[in-house]
């Protein structure tokens, strides 16, 4: 019965998690694609315990959290590689770094919003694969209660 139980759990934990990744991806800026392209989900597990992971790379974060205005300018690096892949010179990498580190940039908590619509849903296909498990079980304990011998 646990192992069953468990199979599933992970079946439905991956499918979750696939669907999680790209539901946040359709949130994400699509300047480039890198950000859209390293979104992941993915079932972990350790011991008995399960759980969704998700992955992206860094600047994920900082377009989660945002930059708080009047600090250190961002590197130019990632900006220059930005503004040349919506056609912009990146030349102007040192100025929009400038401006950023000045003026910062609101968070837009994609991450969150995502966890919000989906942690319900999720929840509920668990209770309802729970309730399956335990209908079925309840059935089988019934029947070699009332077998004959």
Known sequence: MIRALMLDLQDLLKKEGADFAEDLRRQVPRASGSLYDSV???????GDV??????????????????????VPPPTGAIAAWLQDIGK???LAFVVA???????IPPRPHVKRTIERNEAVIGQRIEALLGEHVKIEG??????????G
């Open 50 to 71: 399960l759980s969704i992971e998700i992955s992206a790379n860094e600047s994920l974060g900082y377009i989660e959290r945002g930059r708080k205005p009047n600090g």
């Open 40 to 46: 992941e989900g993915d079932l972990k597990t350790r």
């Open 139 to 148: 059935a089988n304990l019934i029947k070699r209660l009332f077998q004959v």
């Open 89 to 91: 010179d990146p030349k």
């Open 98 to 104: 400038r401006s950023i580190g000045k003026k910062g």
